[in-house]
């Protein structure tokens, strides 16, 4: 109630209530008190009979009301001394006693007033006080009610409030939103009315509360909602009650969170856990990760197996707590500088087992940055080296014992020295003049064999041209003989090319023998060698001969020329037939073997290791000492003079040794023979199958391509580029390397060069395709040469990438040569992986290594952008020619990463990597042919079936 709005008396009552300054309230009394004595001196002169106190008492009212008890007071003691002052004399001269009981009892009636009046002024200002008090309350609860109402409407989670029969009372608008009905709608309805699905699970709850009174927290309640019918939802609800100012319940109230996502999102974060965690569990080595501040999280199964500790649920033993107590200090004081600088870690320790043993380890640790730069995480493992150590221990102890046996017997040795020198010098002479005689001696079989076979085809060659020349006739008009004589003269120039054939052929064989054979070398696996060639041997050695082969399982991969080691194992079962005249038995048996340093030091040029042995047997007649000792002899055999050259077994020994192999034959008379092929062991393990041989029937057809020609024998220049320009290809020909260089400062932009090895003077072949390849990256490179020591091969192996056409060739393997390269897809080069899981990257990373990419890996899509930027203007191998992008990285989307990467390389094809729907993704990229999309997790062989979708072959095809 506000007081000062009431007319006069609440401007009066506003005027006794306010807090006044004491000057003011002193001078309104003294005003109040001369207008009552000046008032009562007027009327008195007046009106005689007036009685004299009648307006003063008012007076001291409102002076005390007013200005406070103090004035009242003061107003008091000066009326009392005017009035004192003022009182008639009587009779006898002295102050008449009825005017002094006057004054008296005026004094005690300004008492009185007084009294009352400060009573009354305390009463009005308490009254003021509290009435403010009650609007300033009232005003904070409105506010506070607009403030609750506001909060209600706009709060990021749905309110609703139920009474007793559980019936709505009201909702906020986001509850409205959730269960999608309108919130005047709720009113008065029941819970099993409006939501039928979720009613079940949310009246149990309300009955709890309404009996209890107790609050009820985060109830997590699944199903649907009108707002969206059939959509499984998430919500996390909490229910309190409402309580009356008499303690009752007469509501409830529920708050409803829609948690939809977090649930997706925790459901994909789980899944993608336990794939990794099932990877890391899977690895043999002991592996760990840590906190940036090396606070360890996680250790995989292998440690308790190992330490026999086995950490609480949710607790973990740190890796450290196993060292040994002499390396702790040490391992720990590394440990402590990784974390504190962000370098890797790595020491070799010892921990100890749960047998309470020792054994060493190389414990390793790699950080994980973020996008600022600062440590991430930490992933370690530790491998066990227990064995290694031992091995370098030993050693070292070997090492101390030979010096000092070495020391022991240095004087003996002094004096057996002198008289072994003797001995050598004389053994060194006879041994010299020995090899002289029987290098002459074989030089002289070598000779008399090639020369008597090169006589033998170089007579035919020579006659068959001769007589090809004859029967040209000399009259061009006559027509029928001039079709007879070309009938004649086409099957004398096919004996010529026969006899130059096999002169092609003796040559290859030869070169096998001295290791100069060029060769193609690839993965091979030999048990899928043996097995495709089973049946070209039973035709080749008819039916007499039982063809048995037995494969090892298992068997280790070799590197070797596919063709050429068919051609080995063909050449010694058409020995082995020859030997079983009367049929028999050949056996082919393969195995993994190793030949240590003891067999090595036997045996020359022989490294100690692991090897593919192929075992080739028969049931013949077997070999004399002396006929086995001579065996690999080029020229030497045991046949007659028609029924082989004595070239087979050396092209064998040529060609193994050549692939840094080992060839044995071991035999008796009469007992059969066993040649034992060992091929190294292959150490890398591609990750996808071996690729079927290329196709050798001529058929490939290319499209039309530019060749540059590059040789320096006129007519073999003019009659290959004839050959390639009828194939349909556009051929520039250059007889050096200036000339051919000079084609390119002019605009010639080739797809292959074609250039013999050796060019004359200047540059050589290599040179020139160097060159070629640092101005046009993309170029392919086909060599050709008669004589394989040279820049491009290097013991008789061709360099990897390389491509070489051995001379002679004819025009149809020319042809062949050069149409399958150019369908061969473009040089391997660099891929970007972006990808922000280490183990996933650590797995696609191989693959694609496998594949013969250079792998960089970025963890976030800005590192990714920079290093494409940088990477732009890069050529030759290491050019970038794909991306590989997680859809989901830390710092934007996958496919905001693939659309920048179209703006810095418009030509990047891309492979885009998901844990969403697939076909979502294809059409977010409208279909791009050069953008693939597959599924995580992936394998091997998902990843390579999408490179090759966007035209990159499997590794070895082509």
């Known amino acids: 109630m506000d007081l000062s709005s009431r007319g006069p008396a609440g401007l009066f009552l506003r005027i006794i209530a306010e807090p006044r300054p004491l000057w003011w309230r002193f001078a309104f009394a003294g005003t109040v008190v001369a207008a009552a004595l000046v008032l009562r001196l007027g009327l008195l002169a007046w009106m005689v009979e007036f009685p004299p106190y009648l307006l003063q008492l008012p007076a001291i009212i409102v002076v005390a009301l007013v200005c406070g008890a103090e004035c009242g007071l003061a107003a008091i003691a000066v009326l009392v001394g005017v009035n004192a002052a003022l009182l008639p004399e009587g009779p006898d001269g002295g102050v008449a006693p009825s005017a002094l009981a006057s004054l008296l009892s005026f004094t005690v009636n300004s008492f009185a007033v007084w009294a009352i009046a400060g009573l009354v002024r ?55 939103r959730i269960d999608g009905i309108p919130a005047r709608e709720h009113a008065g309805r029941s819970l099993a009315d409006m939501l039928p699905q979720l009613a079940d699970a949310v009246t149990p709850s309300l009955e709890r509360v309404l009996a209890t009174g107790e609050v009820i927290a985060d109830v997590e309640l699944e199903g649907a909602t009108p707002a969206a019918p059939g959509v499984w939802r998430h919500f996390l609800v909490s229910y309190f009650p409402v309580r009356t100012s008499s303690e009752a319940i007469n509501l409830v109230g529920m708050i409803v969170v829609e948690i939809t996502e977090r649930k997706r999102a925790e459901k994909a974060i789980a899944a993608s856990e336990q794939r990794y965690r099932l990877l890391a569990e899977a690895l043999p080595k002991m592996v760990w990760t840590s906190s940036p ?44 500088a990784s974390l504190a600088s962000g370098n890797p870690f790595s020491r070799e320790c010892r921990f100890r087992a749960k047998d309470g043993s020792y054994r060493w380890f190389l414990c390793r640790a790699v950080p994980v940055r973020d996008e600022d730069g600062r440590v991430d995480r930490w992933y370690g493992s530790c491998t066990d080296i227990s064995e290694i150590v031992a091995a370098r221990e030993a050693l070292s102890r070997t090492n101390e014992d030979l010096e000092r046996l070495a020391a022991a017997r240095t004087m003996q040795l002094a004096e057996a020295n002198t008289l072994l020198k003797q001995e050598m010098e004389e053994r060194l002479r006879a041994e010299s003049q020995l090899r002289q005689a029987q290098k002459m001696e074989a030089v002289g079989q070598l000779t008399g064999g090639i020369a008597h076979d090169f006589n033998n085809l170089l007579t035919i060659i020579i006659g068959n041209i001769e007589a090809a020349e004859r029967r040209v006739p000399a009259d061009p008009q006559d027509t029928r003989t001039q079709e007879i004589k070309t009938q004649e003269i086409r099957r004398f120039l096919d004996y010529g090319r026969q006899g130059a054939l096999r002169a092609a052929i003796l040559t290859q064989r030869l070169l096998a023998f001295s290791r100069r054979q060029p060769l193609d070398p690839r993965p091979t696996d030999v048990n899928r060698l043996v097995t495709g060639m089973s049946h070209m041997l039973r035709s080749a050695l008819g039916e007499r001969v039982m063809v048995e082969t037995v494969l090892a399982g298992g068997l280790w991969r070799t590197e070797i020329d596919h063709n050429q080691l068919e051609n080995a194992i063909l050449n010694l079962a058409v020995n082995a037939r020859d030997a079983m005249m009367d049929g028999g038995k050949l056996t082919i048996e393969t195995a993994n073997a190793y030949l240590d340093e003891a067999y090595c030091a036997e045996h020359e040029d022989l490294e100690p290791g692991q090897y593919v042995a192929i075992f080739v047997s028969d049931t013949g007649m077997g070999m004399s000492d002396d006929v086995r000792a001579r065996a690999f002899e080029p020229f030497f055999t045991t046949k007659g003079p028609k029924d082989g050259t004595g070239l087979g077994l050396s092209q064998v020994y040529g060609f193994v040794k050549q692939s840094g192999g080992h060839v044995m034959i071991y035999s008796e008379r009469g007992d059969g023979t066993t040649v034992k092929l060992y091929l190294p062991r292959l150490e890398e393990t591609p990750s996808v199958p071996e690729p079927a041989p290329p196709r050798t029937d001529g058929e490939t057809r290319a499209a039309p391509a530019v060749v540059l020609m590059v040789e320096d024998d006129d007519q073999l220049r003019t009659m290959g580029a004839a050959t390639l320009r009828e194939a349909g290809h ?55 040469t008669a004589y394989a020591r040279n820049a491009v091969v290097h013991q008789g192996r061709l360099d990897p990438g390389m491509k070489l056409l051995t001379k002679p ?18 040089l391997r080069g660099a891929v970007l992986l972006v990808e922000d899981e280490p183990f996933v990257a650590m797995v696609a990373s191989q693959i694609l290594e496998d594949q013969g990419f250079k792998v960089t890996v970025a963890s976030h899509g800005e590192a990714a952008l920079s290093h494409a930027r940088n990477a732009k203007a890069d050529i030759g191998r290491d050019a970038l020619v794909l991306a590989i992008v997680d859809i989901g990285l830390p710092d934007m989307r996958g496919d905001e990463v693939v659309r920048r990467l179209g703006e810095i390389a418009p030509e990047l094809p891309v492979i885009v990597a998901t844990g969403y729907a697939t076909q979502d993704i294809s059409q977010m990229f409208g279909g791009r042919v050069d953008v693939g999309v597959i599924s995580k997790p992936y394998d091997g062989a998902t990843l390579v079936a999408a490179l090759e979708r966007l035209g990159f072959r499997p590794q070895g095809q082509g």
């Open 122 to 176: 305390t009463t009005l200002r308490r009254l003021d006080s509290a009435h403010a008090a009650l609007l300033s309350a009232a005003s904070e609860q409105t506010a506070v009610v607009a403030t609750l109402e506001a909060l209600l409407q706009h709060a990021p989670v749905g309110f609703a409030f139920f009474d007793a029969q559980r019936r709505f009372i009201r909702v906020n608008e986001m509850l409205a």
């Open 293 to 336: 501040a090396g606070t360890g999280d996680y250790y995989n199964h292998r440690w308790a197996e190992y330490t026999g500790v086995e950490a609480p649920p949710g607790e973990v033993v740190e890796w450290h707590a196993f060292l040994h107590p002499e390396e702790k200090g040490g391992v720990m004081g590394a440990w402590e």
């Open 730 to 784: 556009t051929v520039i020909e250059a007889e050096n390397a200036s000339a051919a260089l000079d084609a390119l400062s002019r605009g010639a932009r080739p797809d292959l060069l074609f250039t013999d090895v050796r060019l004359g003077d200047g540059m050589d072949g290599r040179g020139l395709a160097d060159e070629v390849k640092r101005r046009l990256p993309r170029t392919r490179v086909l060599f050709t």
């Open 809 to 826: 060739y004819s025009q149809s393997e020319l042809v062949t040569k050069v149409n399958g390269m150019l369908d061969e897809p473009a």
